[in-house]
């Protein structure tokens, strides 16, 4: 038992303690993924605890993902593979984020889609330097060559792992063990010709010193061209939205939206349309000409079917282009048979650059002496005795912002590992971590600049076109003229749109120090134990450019701020074992974990875990935990920087409407969430090549982080929900509201449970290998309680908004398959997302449609070893995925036909590629 052939002695053998695995697995050759994955489902242990022990099976349920199947799914991204696990929300990518320059272009993950703030990445069991100031790490981020697993670990991880571990725990495992070269080489596209995108990808390992030193290099570099409108696709070009039914009364049958296709606004077209006066229903063609405007059918004051109105939606980008590279060194060397010291860097950079959403106006007031008012309109404006009319406008030839995103981000570990004998290892490291994130974003309407330039008159000097402002024509006001698309000219275009640029930059410090060991014996064993300390401090820089910190764009106002939280840590866990070899259990392990975590911003609080693991023989195991875990605040939602608004509010108190200021920032006051994590399941081997795990989870998270807007604040101070009435400041003299702060509060409670079904089955067939593979989530509540509204998410597919908390469909499942004959491969696959509500609370009432089916999606793929031997490996592999371009469910979510969160929207892919080693 305590041999040098045991799990530390093993580790200490290889001289890799943060390696976590063994020998003899670092040296196994690759198996098919499904004959992988069912050692995999009942023994990774590696990320869901902190202690190594030969042949102890951590009771928190963990899934991996191998090699093989990464290589299978032949994707640009290993997030991509991710997303796919059902227990995994899609909820952040480049499809999601469009319409969000905050995360355009980015990969978040978002376990049990409780939200990406709640999922902890991980890379080799490491923290890395969050990518955003809200706190999540792009996978763009991790340097993805050497990738040679991930674990998914679905369910409370805090008192291993620390903050953020609430959902789970995502960690990226390196092959640290490569001698020699391997590399990739692969393109791809789409059925419809376009998101063209390529990855290659090179790495080499070398053992030095007699085999006491090691060296691993990698780099890597991908690109996808996106795809640039979202009426690329048939279903994205029939104009499917949500319009206000005109027939709608409340005590009619007739439901108040309609979800349809071919929608067009009512009140705006592309070169211009008179909504108001006798004058309505006038629009302007390309030369400023007026000419009738068409109206279409179920016409409203802003929506109807068909007409002349424009279609906003069809310009939408579909998916953000994205540019990514990133680089890798490592170096171990042995110093003596008990110590091992490595440094690591890593460096990687992402870039996206899209048009971003088109600035639409409605009411744009134009005046009788507006200098390019058309003479016909003029003159019936003088016939009618009209002073000016309003006019809506699609502006997409003028006022479409154009985004350009960066993000850098580079990472320095360094560290010693070692064994004290054969009992007792231990590990020290310091991280040093700095992330940079630039967004410029072009052709902003500037709106005092541009209400100078639409307020235009006729000079009467020089009968030339000028602002009607005296001081804003002195500081060099341009007229713009709207009538017609494409009529506002290049110096007016200059004059009223902007450029900002928005800079945040993080940087983390970090420290940690962990002893293992087997302190004593219990009558059925060794206890095994893991203790240590850790210290973190991270920082957040948020610079913007002088325009934005004045507030003069429409959208977008970055003000500056910045920020730094020091978190001090102390954890311990033990592995407890109370029965061995009995009639009753062939092992019976408990398993204990608690952190200590002190925040220099809200205090201690403290994480623990509670569980169990019973073997009751080779046929069947059950594992149970319940734990308390938490995620800390992040920086924006502390130290996020003040603007102010004015709104008009019912003010309940002294029975009168006026207007009031909110001051919206940071709350440096706020707690960690908490969240209480039931998990129990059973682990059946009914055969030697099969394994089945079936497990149910429960998430209560309690002083959950939410915003209340400023005019909410105000009802429901009003309706009973005092804990917000101290956000409400009062003149002392007046009585009248002087102002409500608007920021980030513990106030809202969560509730997430479902169950997990997972199948690994491997065999022999003829003269090759099958291996299957399943994974089925179910969802049976996603709940979220404010204090005021309780909202019921499972079972709908409603997206509140890009980077809130989504609906959840109650079935998510996979099934993969794979054959192995020589030097052939096949795989094929079966994904399934399930449909449900379009969101839970609409009744027949609400809109025509209320439910939508669900899709599943094929897989196809394989290689052929084109050439094997001592002296390397050279590998061909395709694949197809969505081989049938299933066309996602229509459901008119956010202003999108479909749900992009959830749904293939990209249609048929393609690729090819080469694998080498030698």
Partial sequence: MHACASVLAVWACAGGALAQESTAEAQAPAEPAAQASATDLDQVTVTASRVMRGGFSAPTPTTSITTDEINATAATNVAEVVNQMPSVRPSLTPVSTTNNSQYAGGYYLDLRGLGFNRTLVLVDGKRVVPTQIQGPVDINSVPQALISSVDIVTGGASAAWGSDAVAGVVNFRFDRGLEGFKGLLQAGTTRHGDRDNNLGSIAFGHAFADGRGHLLL??????????????????????????????????????????VRNTRDANRSYGGVINSGPLKGIQFDADGNPIPFEYGDLVTKSSMVGGDGADGSAAFVLEAPLERQSTYGRVSYEFSPAITGFVEASWAKSKTRYDSLTRNDSSLTIKRDNAFLPDSIAQSMDDLGLTSFTMGRYNRDYARAFNDKSSETARFVAGLEGYLDNYWSWDAYVTHGESETNLHSSKKRITSTFEYALDSIIDPVTGAAVCRDAAARAEGCQPINLFGEGAPSQQARDYVLGTSHTMSRITQDAASATLRGEPFETWAGPVSMATGLEWRREKAVVTSDP?????????????????????????????VPLAVDTAWADSLDLNLAARMTDYSTSGTVVSWKLGSSWQVNDLIRFRATQSRDIRAPSLAELFGGSTTAIFNVFDPELGSTYSVQSITSGNAELEPEEADTTTAGIVLNPLPDLVMSLDYYRIDVDKAITTFQARSIVERCYDGQTAVCDLIVRDPVSGEIDHVNVSPQNLQTMRVSGADFELSYSRPVGNGQLGLRSLLSYVDTLRLDDGQNVIDMAGSTDQPTIASIGGSPRWRGNLY???????????????????????????????????????????????????????????????VRNVFDKDPPITGTGGFPTVRSLYDVIGRTYNVGVRFDF
């Fill in 817 to 879: 398959a794979n054959y192995r004959i020589g030097d052939l491969a096949f795989n094929a696959g079966v994904r399934h997302v399930g449909g449900g509500r379009i969101k839970n609370e609409y009744t027949a009432k609400d809109m025509n449609i209320l439910t939508h089916s669900g899709r599943t999606y094929f897989d196809l793929g394989g290689s052929y070893d084109f050439h094997t031997g001592a002296n390397g490996n050279i590998s061909l592999f395709a694949s």
């Fill in 547 to 575: 325009l934005s910190m004045a507030g003069a764009f429409n959208t977008g106002n970055t003000v500056p701020w910045s920020g730094s939280v020091t978190v001090k840590e102390a954890f311990g866990e033990l592995v």
């Fill in 218 to 259: 990698a780099a890597e570099s991908a690109s996808s061209d996106g795809i640039e409108r979202l009426d690329s696709r048939d279903w994205g070009a029939a104009g499917w939205g949500k319009i206000a039914n005109p027939a709608y009364t409340p005590d009619n049958d007739e439901p108040r939206l309609l979800l």
